[in-house]
Nanobody, 121 residues
Framework: QVQVVESGGGLVQAGGSLRLSCAAS????????MGWFRQAPGKERDFVAV????????YYADSVKGRFTISRDNANNLVYLQMNSLKPEDTAVYYC??????????????WGQGTQVTVSS
C-alpha cells in the first residue's frame, strides 16, 4: 500500500495558479498509476486526473482538461498537479491516491489529510 501526504493548497483568486504535491511512501510507488481526487463541501469525492506508473499516460476529468497538468517523479516518490486558470468551482479539498485505470476509482481505501484549495471570485 502507498501512503501519501498532500501539500501546496491555498487561497487564490480566480484565474490564478497553484501547484499541489503528493509525497508518497512505499517501495512499490512506481508500480501504480497515481491520481488526484477532490471533494467540495457537501459533495462526493470526484476524480480529477491520473498518470500512469511511468508517466506516459495521463487522463483528466472534463472539468479540468486543458487547465490542469499531472506529473510524477518516481525517483522521489512524488506526484504533482499544476492547476492553472483556476475557477471558484475548483474549490475543494484535494487528495492523492493510487488509481485503478479504466474506471478511474481510487485503489486504496485509506486517504491522506488532503490539501485545501480555495478559489475566490
Amino acid at each position: 500500500q502507498v501512503q501519501v501526504v498532500e501539500s501546496g493548497g491555498g487561497l487564490v483568486q480566480a484565474g490564478g495558479s497553484l501547484r499541489l504535491s503528493c509525497a508518497a511512501s512505499g517501495r512499490t510507488f512506481g508500480d501504480y498509476a497515481m491520481g488526484w481526487f477532490r471533494q467540495a463541501p457537501g459533495k462526493e469525492r470526484d476524480f480529477v486526473a491520473v498518470i500512469g506508473s511511468h508517466g506516459g499516460y495521463t487522463y483528466y476529468a472534463d472539468s479540468v482538461k486543458g487547465r490542469f497538468t499531472i506529473s510524477r517523479d518516481n525517483a522521489n516518490n512524488l506526484v504533482y498537479l499544476q492547476m492553472n486558470s483556476l475557477k471558484p468551482e475548483d474549490t475543494a479539498v484535494y487528495y492523492c491516491n493510487a488509481v485503478i485505470l479504466g474506471n478511474y476509482i481510487p485503489r486504496f481505501n485509506s486517504w491522506g489529510q488532503g490539501t485545501q484549495v480555495t478559489v475566490s471570485s
